[in-house]
């Protein structure tokens, strides 16, 4: 049973608004173009409408990364070559704002906030952090739930407060961003749990592992799900396979969901929590887009459960949010052609003959 502070947040997201997608689909028809020229970002603005209620959708100025930071017990099975203790120099690095996100984020004049939901290290507190640990790093998933529920629920509160609060600051975009050493192989397990798809197929090499630690995420994942048989609880299952910044994104999507504010998604890691969170509030996927796709074969399989279609494809694996800041400004540009190009009317442009 779903507890009952997760339920509020799910019975706050509501649909699209109808009313603004059809103004915006009936505005994109008399814009100075042919009809569908621009192909994704018409469809993007009229998302775009119905997230935010109105035709045109405002302009959006304040875009924040939130970076959930964790750490996993399944790193003891030898899924990664690279030490644990990686998350928390990226932690600092991020701090510095020497990151590729960081790099990336000022070029798009976006904020980056960090949080540690579950690093296995003391941090040092201060600006760019938000302490909302639930404790150091999960379980190890290949012999036990790598979270307690009540864990989960934790964290899922705690990301729907960070996007709250970010809202409440003025931010207008939210993007979302993860690090965690070996969280590619709670990825898999939790798209093979929600799609049905086997591990081999959605299991992929993470920082570029080669083939026989990639047998091994495989036999890992394998072994998981078939000592917990997923069930038709999606919070359970969260905790059964995830990871505590998988947690946290999840209230981070519900919530963003809820206070209808556009949330662009990174790579796999926020493949495997929109699943979850779509589980949980499926009229929530409406208000996401697919900022890029990974090359892990588990975000191609995630996008396409979810009915999203990327918005770039470069080969990225990175994380940090990374795919998310690049789409950016396509997502702010879609919205500003609906805003700003002239109708075949104010420029006095002669239409297609429709006979």
Do not use: Y
């Not at 290949?142 to 409440?168: K, Q, S, W, Y």
């Not at 495989?218 to 917990?228: D, G, T």
């Not at 009229?283 to 090359?295: F, I, K, P, Q």
């Amino acid at each position: 049973m779903t507890d009952e502070r997760v339920q509020a947040l799910v019975d706050d997201v509501e649909p699209l608004d109808g009313t603004a997608m059809r103004e915006a689909r009936e505005r994109q028809s008399q814009l100075t173009k042919p009809a569908g020229a621009l192909g994704v970002l018409e469809e993007t603005s009229v998302q775009l409408a119905g997230i935010t209620r109105a035709c045109p959708p405002p302009a959006l100025r304040r875009p924040v990364v939130a970076v959930f930071a964790g750490d996993h017990g399944v790193h003891a099975q030898g899924v990664t070559p690279w030490p644990q203790e990686v998350t928390a120099s990226m932690v600092a690095n991020f701090r510095a704002g020497g990151a590729a996100v960081n790099v990336l984020a000022r070029q798009v004049g976006a904020e980056v906030v960090v949080v540690d939901m579950g690093v296995a290290a003391d941090l040092e507190p201060g600006p760019g952090l938000l302490d909302r640990k639930v404790r150091r790093g999960t379980a190890d998933l290949a012999v036990g739930p790598a979270m307690t529920v009540a864990e989960a629920v934790t964290a899922i509160l705690a990301g729907a407060d960070v996007a709250r609060d970010l809202v409440a600051q003025g931010h207008d975009c939210l993007l979302t961003g993860d690090m965690g050493i070996a969280n590619t192989t709670p990825c898999a397990a939790l798209v093979a749990a929600f799609t049905g798809e086997p591990p081999e197929r959605v299991t992929g090499r993470g920082t570029g592992v080669d083939d026989a630690t990639l047998a091994r995420k495989v036999e890992v994942v394998e072994a998981a799900l078939a000592q917990r048989p997923v069930g038709d609880d999606p919070v359970r299952t969260l905790a059964s396979l995830g990871g505590f910044e998988h947690a946290a994104l999840v209230g981070f999507l519900l919530a963003g969901a809820a206070l209808r504010v556009p949330v662009v998604l990174d790579g796999v890691v926020s493949g495997a929590a929109a699943l979850v969170a779509a589980a949980l509030a499926p009229e929530a996927a409406g208000h996401w887009l697919a900022g890029h796709r990974s090359v892990e074969p588990g975000h191609t399989v995630a996008l396409a459960s979810l009915g999203m279609r990327p918005l770039v494809d470069l080969d990225l694996r990175l994380g940090e949010g990374t795919g998310a800041v690049l789409a950016f400004p396509l997502v702010e540009s879609a919205g500003a052609l609906l805003r700003e190009m002239a109708t075949f009317d104010s420029a006095g442009v002669a239409q297609k003959d429709a006979t």
